[in-house]
């Protein structure tokens, strides 16, 4: 959760705090919800629209670096009928 006080933050501080989250499990989670969302979303855009190559990176990406995460949001979407 950013600070309240975020505004007032040294730069170098800045930078150490989000790089401290970035290698935390709060961080990997996120990041991987980020990825899976955004899969979503390009899924649905026009086959004219849509980016093949990046859709199928990021999705590299989220089963190889955050597996654990990919499961789980796979096990919570939906069923199809």
Known sequence: MKPASWDEYRIEDKIDFGNNLLRSYRGSYLLAQALHEAIKVMRKRSMKE???SNIQDMEILLETCF???????KLNEPKKK
Do not use: D, Q, S
């Open 50 to 52: 849509r980016e093949v």
């Open 67 to 73: 597996g654990t995460f990919a499961g789980i949001f």
